[in-house]
């Protein structure tokens, strides 16, 4: 008898050890969430739009001219964000400001604008707040900007 509650024991130890924590899939699944967010926003107002290797959408909506912002780029842009569901969190105009110092959405996302153009940008929440959140955006919030690029050095 002895044995046997040994040998279950061994058995419940090493099952145990073997059991995958669900939290480690946790940033996939919400990668999966947020994708199927913004493509139903992307179906439902009808906006053509490319993925980008991050997993930013964006819809040029103006083109612009000349050359394009790297990640070390200082910009001045004038921006709208909002949630998925059209409410604004923010707007204005940032003047002077490093692409490298705001969230990873616009670090991929502005890139694909030049001088004069006007982006609209779709963020999974990964590339955003993350699960954190930050002041009035939720945690797991997908994001969406238009920005336009004024100028850029």
Known sequence: MKKLLVLCSFLVLVASACHKD???DYPAQQ???DDNQIQAYISDKKIVAVKDPSGVYYSVLTPGTGAYPTVNSTLSVNYRGEFINGT???SGNLSNFNLSG???GWYYGVPHINTGGRILLMIPSALAYG???KGTI???TVLVFTIDL???K
């Open 22 to 24: 669900s939290s480690d």
């Open 31 to 33: 990668a999966i969430v």
């Open 88 to 90: 604004v969190f923010d």
């Open 102 to 104: 705001v969230i990873k």
């Open 131 to 133: 699960p954190q959140g």
């Open 138 to 140: 939720p945690g797991n």
């Open 150 to 152: 004024l100028s850029f």
